[in-house]
């Protein structure tokens, strides 16, 4: 059954004999026109007029239909018009007329030989909107994989106790993602499309950014860690892995790494909350703990804010194919973030060193 039902032309015209039987043998009868609103017709072939016939030309397929001079002209304009801009009833203010009949035939073969699409409108998505679906995935990417990460799942557990080096190594890969906070923070601190945008970013910088190294660097220097023997360390590659991932996007796909921010902020977040939590179970020094206590205490704060909404609400629309393409995105950025965690356990879980000195290779 066809889709299409063309709007009248002023223009009589005629078939050859063969169509006008289909058409007095009821062949179309059955043929029920949808509401014209919704639907953008886009010739699938080429289009051709050459003494009285129109011909549709597709991958050299020809298809001829009869018609009287005057008539044809006006056709074929009406078939070049359709290119998947413009709704039938859009088409209809430009060709009213009186005898609608030939051009539902005409279409009904076109549509019926795959010569002839239908566009749909597009849908934009409001920025909002997308980064929300995206928080979605997100959670249900990550909800399906914690309980094979040892880490997320022992630290979210209020009875586990985390091996002591994995709370210290938890604590040496977040100071070394922090450094590296700069090569990802900064291209989005000029994000061109919105001023708003930009001031938002500058002010989560330089609020959070400092505060957050000076603390971590407390509490690894209660346990002997000094800011120089950790500029001789190596992250693990799981980490640089995750701050290349950011850096990348931020710089080739900001509205992407903008769309993260949220995300990581909240399980920073609840990780650091959990982190203390776990600190205190297995009894570290109050000099390791006040530190991380304060870290977690000013995260809280920040609970009632979500920076990527704040973001997205400034971003008055995304296409359905950069959504698309963001949804694709956010699987490999889930599975390198549980990736990270999963190499804290492993690694610190296991090793005789908690710094993975340059200067020892």
């Not at 796909?253 to 990581?264: A, K, M, N, Q, R």
């Not at 909350?273 to 006040?290: M, P, Q, W």
């Amino acid at each position: 059954m066809s889709k299409y039902t063309l709007p009248p032309l002023k223009e009589d015209s005629t078939v050859t004999s063969a169509l006008e039987q289909e058409l007095s043998q009821g062949k179309f009868q059955d043929k029920k026109a949808q509401h014209p609103s919704v639907l953008r017709p886009k010739l699938a072939c080429k289009v051709n007029y050459y003494q009285d016939k129109l011909i549709f030309s597709q991958d050299g397929r020809d298809f001829a239909f009869q018609v009287n001079s005057q008539s044809g002209k006006v056709l074929k304009k009406l078939f070049s018009l359709m290119d998947g801009t413009k709704s039938l009833t859009e088409l209809q203010q430009m060709f009213s007329a009186n005898n609608s009949e030939l051009f539902n035939t005409i279409v009904c073969h076109l549509d019926e030989n795959n010569l002839i699409d239908d566009v749909a409108q597009v849908r934009v998505n409001s920025g909002i909107d997308t980064l929300l679906e995206l928080e979605d995935l997100t959670t249900e990417l990550l909800n399906q994989q914690v309980d094979e990460n040892l880490f997320l799942k022992s630290i979210k557990s209020e009875t586990s106790q985390l091996p002591i080096n994995v709370l210290y190594g938890f604590l040496i890969e977040t100071y070394h993602f922090i450094t590296q906070q700069c090569c990802f923070d900064s291209p989005g601190l000029s994000f061109q499309s919105s001023t708003k945008v930009r001031q938002l970013l500058n002010e989560r910088y330089t609020q959070e950014y400092r505060q957050d190294q000076e603390l971590l660097m407390a509490a690894l220097n209660a346990i002997g860690i000094s800011r120089e023997q950790l500029a001789d360390t190596m992250p693990l590659p799981e980490t640089m892995g995750m701050c290349n991932a950011l850096t990348y996007w931020a710089n080739f796909e900001p509205l992407f790494f903008l769309s993260t921010l949220g995300f990581l902020a909240g399980e920073t977040r609840n990780n650091f909350e959990f982190y203390s939590k776990a600190c205190e179970r297995v009894e570290l020094d109050s000099g390791f703990i006040n530190p991380i206590r304060q870290l977690a205490n000013s995260k809280l704060k920040l609970q009632p804010e979500n920076l990527s909404r704040r973001i997205f609400q400034e971003i008055p629309h995304i296409d359905r194919e950069t959504k698309q393409r963001f949804r694709g995105q956010t699987y490999l950025f889930v599975e390198i973030y549980n990736n990270l965690y999963k190499a804290i356990w492993n690694h610190y879980s296991s090793a005789s060193h908690l710094l993975r000195r340059v200067s020892a290779i």
